[in-house]
């Protein structure tokens, strides 16, 4: 499916001598640590490499939030245009990662909550204010995702409405073409009948008949479009 993002538990054990990470799959976030892209940063010291974890999940988390942001803006730009089946499963899609994305997020502040509560590891007064960032940066990524999926659930909703009246507007449309086109079908039906008829001794009968199917079609057609029904 394109465009779905998904989360992935991330285990952290702190013993004394010891930071162990468990995950499913290799974590992008321990990736960057592995790879030096995180500074100033020293396994020894583990309530701030704990910390640090948590920061840079919370990067990621915005980071993502802002890529889906603009996904959704540019396939509602699509949907715009024309009502395809890819742009609304990309849409729906983007909001089921919005939920995902929500339900970690909430998840990890209860985490942080309770380490702010009741201090189950040690931490010193430097560790304070990186703790301090790590809740608003995710508190900020909680408030973004609320925020998207508010909007991209009223954008389905609208397009919802948009597909149906569109479809309505069609089957109107189709409605009264039908009308308008079975009645040369009954006019001519009507002078083929072998019995004795007005105008069948008459050499222009069929332009006769024809010119008035056509006046018909045409008034026909003009209440219709007076209606609104064209």
């Known amino acids: 499916m394109p465009y779905l993002y998904d989360t992935l538990p991330l285990g952290i054990i702190i013993k004394q001598d010891h930071v162990v990470t468990i995950c499913l799959s290799e974590s992008p976030i321990i990736r960057q640590f592995i790879d030096g ?3 100033s940063f020293f396994t ?31 396939f509602e730009e699509v949907l715009k245009k024309s009502i395809r089946n890819e742009a609304l499963l990309t849409l729906m899609n983007l ?33 304070v204010e990186l703790l301090d960032d790590v809740i608003i940066e995710n508190k900020q990524a909680i ?11 009223g954008t389905m909703d609208a397009f919802a409405s948009i597909i149906n009246n569109n479809m309505n507007a069609i089957i109107k449309i189709l409605a009264s073409i039908t009308i308008i086109l079975s009645i040369p079908t009954i006019v001519t039906s009507f002078f083929g009948m072998n019995v004795g008829l007005p ?30 029904f064209l």
């Open 143 to 153: 408030e973004m995702a609320n925020i998207y999926t508010t909007i991209l659930t």
């Open 95 to 127: 909001q089921k990662s919005l939920v995902f994305f929500s339900t970690s997020l909430k998840s990890n502040e209860i985490v942080l909550e309770k380490i702010m509560k009741s201090s189950p590891i040690q931490f010193y007064e430097e560790d």
């Open 37 to 39: 892209r995180i500074k």
């Open 199 to 228: 105008l069948q001794q008459n050499p222009l009968a069929y332009i006769y008949i024809i010119l008035f199917a056509a006046i018909i079609c045409f008034c026909l057609s003009y209440i219709l479009k007076k209606k609104d």
């Open 44 to 74: 020894s010291k583990k309530t701030r490499f704990l910390f640090l974890i948590l920061y840079q999940t919370a990067k990621q988390y915005l980071k993502y939030l802002r890529i889906i942001d603009r996904i959704s803006t540019e």
